[in-house]
Structure formats: structure tokens, C-alpha cells
């Protein structure tokens, strides 16, 4: 049987969410009709693409081997697609976590602009506690969801959230954990210190910000120990360990939530944009 990009495209939606179910949902087909896909895809190739665990289900060797080869393709394919496509106008309003990579969010919105110059965006950037209520109330189109909790949305993406400092701090674990922590109401506030109390440690507050770049500009500074998502963590960070004395962390998550009264065509568009520029990072 011929490979074809439907395949192909359904191939790299369940390594990217790791997860058939996921997969399924964000396909916008049924679980089944995804395994099927699959199953063909690695009938076709004679190879098995993925190892299936109790966490999901992970690239095999073939899997790690095909998967830059088609994204590759299906860009490709994309791209010839567009060439006769009218560009899209309207106005698009988008909500965007300050709790993450800055490039990634940058690449989306260029790669986004490039295709449809003629779309006015509109974007807030901040916590993103109130991005469910402003997306279901109309005020945004679009968001991405964020937390170290379940968020609500299509998940995009599940990494660790450690504990960092300057990478030439000197901690002593029988001294208080000098803490940078954020002052908005938000279960990044609370992580920390919870945290620490659960795990009987000492803390004290030496830092508080509004924004995660503030944050980071205190961990950098040395001022302070803080909490972030792994794509966070920067050059001149050190990530603190269990040996340390500082406790395991939840996932961060992030999800897109799109609105329902939002035109389909924009809020896809953006989508998929955010979509590839989380899988360039990745």
C-alpha cells in the first residue's frame, strides 16, 4: 500500500501527543478509526512505530527514525497547498502564558502573520488563570491554557517543572530555601511553598514578582531559588535535585482552547501555528 500524508499526518499527532486517545480527540476522530491508520501505516513500512506503555505509548527506534522524515513530507506537501490558497483577514484575539519559552510563542505569531497578513492579532500575554472564562465569554478566540495541573483545552504540551537557582548559588540545607515567587493568585504561587511544607523544609520569601521574566531575572541574579517549566530554565541555571532537598514537582501543562463563537478558519489557522512552532522547539 502507498504511503499518503493522511497517514502520515496521523502518525505524527500520536507521537506528539502519546496517546491515542489525545490523538483521536485532536484528529477529530474516533480512537479506533486512529488505530486502524496506524496499523496501516506500519503494515505498509513493516516496521512497529511505537512501544506501548503503562504512560502511553513512546517512539520505537523505526518510530524516532520516521518521525523527522515526516514532518518533513507533510510540511512539504503543506506548502504546496498554500500556493493558490486566498490568505485569510479578520481580526484574531489570542491569549498567551508569560510561564514559557518566549521563541516559541514569537515563531507561531510570525509563522502566523507571514501566511495571513491581511489578519489584525490581538495578543494578551500574562497569567493564564483567567483565559478559560475570557475564551468562554468571548474576549479571546483563542488561548493557551497553562499550570501544573490539568488545564483545560487540547493538550499541546506535558514537560517537568524544577526547582532552578543560579548555577554558582551555595544552598545549605539547614538554612531556609530563599524563595522567588509570584504575587497573582495562581497555583504557580502556591507550588513552592506547598511543596517545601509538604516536604518539611524551611523557606523564606526573598523575591516577588508579577511575571515570570521577572522571575527569571531573579534566579539569574542570584537572589533567589525559584519554580519553572523545564523550557524555562536558562543558560547560567542550575536545575536542583531530590539530593538537594528539594521535593519532585508536578507536570506543567499546556493546552489550546478555542472559542466557540471564534471563525473557525482564523482559530484553526493559529492552531496549527502554535502546534509547529511547539514542535520545532521539541
Known sequence: MALN????????????CGNLTQAASRLNRTQSAVSVQLRKLEEALRVTLFERGARGMRLSPAGEQLLPAARRTLAEFE????LFETPLSGRLRIGIPDDYDDT????????????????????????TSAFAAAVEGGRLDVAICSAPESVPGEPLLSEPTVWVARDRMVLNQSEDVPLALLDRGCPWCRLPTEALKRAGRGWRVAYTSQSFSSLR???RAGLA?????????EPGMRILSSAEGFPELPASNRAILVGGAARSDLAGAMAEAIRGAVRGRS
Not at 516559541?104 to 497569567?127: M, T, Y
Open 104 to 127: 516559541v510563542f514569537e515563531a507561531a505569531l510570525a509563522d502566523f502573520s507571514n501566511r495571513n497578513p491581511g489578519v489584525e492579532i490581538v495578543v494578551e500575554s500574562g497569567c
Open 217 to 219: 531575572s531573579a534566579i
Open 79 to 82: 506548502r504546496t497547498a498554500r
Open 5 to 16: 500524508n493522511d497517514l502520515l499526518r496521523t502518525f505524527i499527532v500520536i507521537a506528539e
Open 225 to 233: 531559588v525559584g519554580v519553572l517549566p523545564l523550557g524555562c530554565v
